[in-house]
């Protein structure tokens, strides 16, 4: 009798498991390896959906010096050395570029990465405006795919559509 009990809480168990992943709730992550135009890392962004939004926690090296601008693009393919291939910022609502912008901003908008003079750089932020569940318009595992990139020069967080933030520097397809 007990074992018969223990078994049908197993299965249970099992069938709640199934059904929350294919959901696609809490515990959904996703990674990006950012490479130079040499192709070599600078960096790893790690993805994780939390209650209050999908968590992004950027680690990088290697960089130039000075705040970076930093976004999800909506292509998720990083060809060097100018990395165009990544399209433009994730934007699944149509929205205009920045995060101080009154018509903004892009999903993709994040705060400008903060590269220290030996070059190193953390960003540690929680965006509820994309999220790694799957069939939704602002999934990060879309169709398309999307990717993670580093630009030249500072992000303005105003100008449409990139903010002034010059050409691309890393790029890391998420996964
Ligand atoms: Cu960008
Ligand atoms: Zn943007």
Same mark, same amino acid.
């Given at each position: 009798?007990?074992?018969?009990?223990?078994?049908?809480?197993?299965?249970?168990?099992?069938?709640?498991?199934?059904?929350?992943?294919?959901?696609?709730?809490?515990?959904?992550?996703?990674?990006?390896?950012?490479?130079?135009?040499?192709?070599?890392?600078?960096?790893?962004?790690?993805?994780?959906?939390?209650?209050?939004?999908?968590?992004?926690?950027?680690?990088?090296?290697?960089?130039?010096?000075?705040?970076?601008?930093?976004?999800?693009?909506? /292509?998720?393919?990083?060809?060097?050395?100018?990395?165009?291939?990544?399209?433009?910022?994730?934007?699944?609502?149509?929205?205009?570029?920045?995060?101080?912008?009154?018509?903004?901003?892009?999903?993709?908008?994040?705060?400008?990465?903060?590269?220290?003079?030996?070059?190193?750089?953390?960003?540690? /932020?929680?965006?509820?405006?994309?999220?790694?569940?799957?069939? /939704?318009?602002?999934?990060?595992?879309?169709?398309?795919?999307?990717?993670?990139?580093?630009?030249?020069?500072?992000?303005?967080?105003?100008?449409?559509?990139?903010?002034?933030?010059?050409?691309?520097?890393?790029?890391?397809?998420?996964?």
């Amino acid at each position: 009798m007990m074992m018969r009990l223990l078994h049908a809480a197993a299965a249970v168990l099992l069938i709640a498991g199934c059904s929350g992943a294919a959901r696609g709730g809490p515990g959904l992550q996703g990674q990006a390896v950012l490479r130079d135009k040499a192709g070599q890392q600078v960096g790893l962004a790690t993805f994780t959906e939390q209650p209050d939004g999908v968590r992004i926690a950027v680690s990088a090296t290697g960089l130039p010096p000075g705040p970076k601008g930093i976004h999800i693009h909506a /292509v998720g393919k990083c060809e060097p050395p100018e990395f165009t291939s990544a399209g433009n910022h994730f934007n699944p609502t149509g929205k205009k570029h920045g995060r101080l912008n009154p018509e903004g901003a892009h999903a993709g908008d994040l705060p400008n990465l903060e590269v220290t003079p030996a070059g190193t750089a953390r960003l540690d /932020v929680t965006t509820k405006a994309v999220t790694l569940k799957s069939r /939704v318009p602002n999934s990060l595992f879309g169709a398309d795919g999307t990717s993670l990139v580093v630009h030249a020069q500072a992000d303005d967080e105003m100008t449409d559509p990139t903010g002034n933030s010059g050409g691309r520097i890393a790029c890391g397809v998420i996964s």
